[in-house]
Each structure stands twice: as structure tokens, then as C-alpha cells.
């Protein structure tokens, strides 16, 4: 793995590179070079945009933020998205990070898919929000040049990504698909998922036990 790539360099220090460990780990290459990818997306964007950030906790938030979609840390009722969080919080506390730093990444990963709200908060929130909208769904993709693409991608290749990551996502989940309401997982679900059935928000109202 290149240290550098467009510029940008991946943090190595004792902390980043235990993190890394967990997701080679735990992950496969599809998630270790969706992360790096959302990484250095991430980093390049707040570069440009003059934002002042953590390099290594913008790092260490996107080695976690799909952890949770794996069978080790996956649980039984949670987000994926709250599984990754509270692994990222599990494994900084136990290197003695500062609480206000830990509730900084667990907010990146917990919130990385939440439209409307991550793009406000701290930097390293919104910066893992919008590398994962740049590798997944391409937003604001005129907003980095070819060049800069080809060479995040040269080190760390898409490979058919956007025909794995749906399936991955699926995979993660899939014991748990009432963790989707109400986030845009559920349409990984209707896609994905025969028979499934989304819950419907106006219905929750609608038929609670309130009599008015």
C-alpha cells in the first residue's frame, strides 16, 4: 500500500495502523478498498474546500464506518452504521484516546449514511459523509479531475464495485432488515430481498395505540 496517493498521505501511526489491522482482519478487499477509497475521497474534498481536519481520525472513521457489516461485529438489533460506531469507540477507548475525539469518530461512522445531517456537523463527520456519497454514488464527481480519480482508483480498485457493494450491504444486514427503517438501506432490502416489506412511517402513526 502506497503511503501516499493524490497527494494525500495515509496516516501511519500506531493508532491508524492497529485500526487497519481490525478491518483486514475482519473486512475483505471490497470493504478495505471501498474505506481507503472514501479515505482519500473524503481528504481530497476537504482539501480543496480548505477545511482543517484530522487526517487520522477521518482515517481511522473510514476503516470502521462498514465494519459493522461484518459477522464479527455485526449484533443482533443495531444499524450497521451503530455497530461500526460503537467498535470504533470500543477499540479507541482501549488505546486511550480522549472521549471528545471518540464521540467525534463514533458520530463519522454512526452518521456516515445520513442524508441532511452529516454534511453540518464536525469536519470529520461530514468529510466520511461525503466520501462515501463520492465512491458510491458519484456525488459531486466533477468536483475532483480524472487524474486524481484514476490515481485513488489505481491504488485502491472499484474491481465491479458498483455490482458488489448492494450485494455486501445486503449481507450485512439481512438478519436484521427492520434496522432499515427509515434510512436508505431499506432499499437495499427492496431491491435485494423478496418479500420484503417496508415499514410505513404514516402507519406507525396511524395505528399506535393512542386513541386521538
Given amino acids: 500500500m502506497s503511503s501516499i496517493v493524490a497527494d494525500i498521505k495515509i496516516p501511519d501511526s500506531k493508532l491508524a495502523v492497529g485500526a487497519a489491522e481490525l478491518l483486514r482482519e475482519h473486512g ?12 482519500l ?3 481530497l474534498q476537504g482539501k480543496s474546500a480548505g477545511v ?10 473510514e476503516l470502521f464506518h462498514d465494519l459493522g ?13 451503530v455497530d461500526g460506531a460503537n467498535a470504533a469507540r470500543s477499540y479507541l477507548q482501549s488505546q486511550g484516546v480522549s472521549a471528545e475525539s471518540i464521540q467525534r469518530v463514533w ?17 470529520e463527520v461530514a468529510l466520511i459523509y461525503s466520501g462515501v456519497g ?7 464527481f466533477d468536483c475532483l479531475t480524472k487524474d486524481v480519480r484514476e490515481q485513488v482508483v489505481t491504488a485502491f480498485p472499484r474491481d ?25 438501506k431499506a432499499d437495499v432490502c427492496a431491491l435485494l430481498m423478496p418479500g420484503f ?10 395505528h399506535s395505540p393512542w386513541t386521538e
Fill in 134 to 140: 463520492y465512491d458510491v454514488m458519484g456525488e459531486n
Fill in 197 to 206: 416489506q417496508r415499514t410505513n412511517f404514516c402507519d406507525c402513526v396511524l
Fill in 160 to 184: 465491479n464495485f458498483k455490482h458488489k457493494i448492494l450485494p455486501a450491504f445486503l449481507e450485512g444486514f439481512k438478519h436484521k432488515p427492520e434496522t432499515t427503517f427509515g434510512n436508505i
Fill in 52 to 61: 482543517k481536519f484530522d487526517s487520522e481520525l477521518l482515517y481511522i472513521s
Fill in 107 to 123: 458520530d463519522a461512522v454512526a452518521l456516515h449514511t445520513t442524508i441532511g445531517i452529516a454534511q453540518y456537523k464536525e469536519p
Fill in 28 to 39: 475483505n478487499d471490497l470493504l478495505w478498498n471501498h474505506s481507503h477509497r472514501v479515505f
Fill in 41 to 43: 475521497f473524503g481528504a
Fill in 69 to 81: 457489516l461484518t459477522k464479527h461485529y455485526s449484533s443482533p438489533d443495531k444499524r450497521f452504521e
